[in-house]
C-alpha cells in the first residue's frame, strides 16, 4: 500500500510516496521523475502528448525504468471533465498490448479499480484534499493481489502522475 500526497495544484505538481505507515519512501517531480529518500531515481514518466495537443486522449506517459530501458506507456483512454469532478481511465501498456487499466468506480472519480486483464488488482483512492484553496490531494493506492514488477511499476506510475494526466486531458478540451 502506498500513500500519495500530490502538492502543487495545477499539473499535479510534485508528489511524496509513503508506506501506510507515513514513512517516506519517495519523491515525485513535477517532470515525472521518481526518486527515494537517497535522491536515488527509481523510474521516469514524463508526460506528453501523442498527437494533436488539442485532444484529451493523446495525453500519455512514457514509463521509464531506472536504468533507462522502456517499461510501457499509459495513456489516456477516456476522460470527463464537469464542474464538481474530473475523472478519466487509464490504459497502462507495454509493449504495444494492454496489461493494466485504471477505471473510476465512481460518478466523481475519487475511487479507481485497476485491472489486470479482466481481474480486479487493487485501488486508488482519493483520500482527501488539504489547504485554504486545495493545492493538495492524498490518494492511497493498494495493490490486493501479486502483480509482475514491469506491471507494478507501470500503475506506480500511472497513480503518481494521475493528477497531471487528468488536468491534461482537462486543459485540451478547454482548448477546443
Request: net charge neutral; aromatic share 4%; with cysteine.
Amino acid at each position: 500500500m502506498l500513500e500519495l500526497a500530490c502538492a502543487g495544484g495545477l499539473g499535479g505538481g510534485t508528489v511524496e510516496v509513503s508506506d501506510e505507515t507515513g514513512a517516506p519512501l519517495g519523491n515525485s517531480d513535477r517532470n515525472g521523475t521518481l526518486a527515494d529518500s537517497a535522491g536515488i531515481q527509481l523510474l521516469r514518466a514524463p508526460l506528453r502528448f501523442d498527437g494533436r495537443r488539442d485532444r484529451g486522449t493523446n495525453a500519455m506517459l512514457d514509463v521509464i525504468a531506472s536504468h533507462g530501458t522502456a517499461l510501457g506507456d499509459v495513456r489516456v483512454k477516456k476522460y470527463s471533465v464537469t464542474p464538481r469532478s474530473s475523472k478519466a481511465t487509464l490504459s497502462l501498456s507495454s509493449a504495444g498490448t494492454e496489461v493494466a487499466c485504471l477505471e473510476p468506480a465512481d460518478d466523481k472519480g475519487e475511487e479507481l479499480v485497476v485491472t489486470v486483464g479482466d481481474r480486479p488488482v487493487g485501488t486508488l483512492r482519493k483520500k482527501g484534499k488539504q489547504g485554504f484553496i486545495r493545492t493538495s490531494t492524498a490518494y492511497r493506492l493498494e495493490l490486493m493481489s501479486d502483480v509482475d514488477h514491469q506491471t507494478r511499476q507501470l500503475i506506480v506510475a500511472a497513480a503518481i502522475r494521475y493528477h497531471a494526466l487528468v488536468y491534461e486531458a482537462a486543459s485540451a478540451s478547454r482548448t477546443t
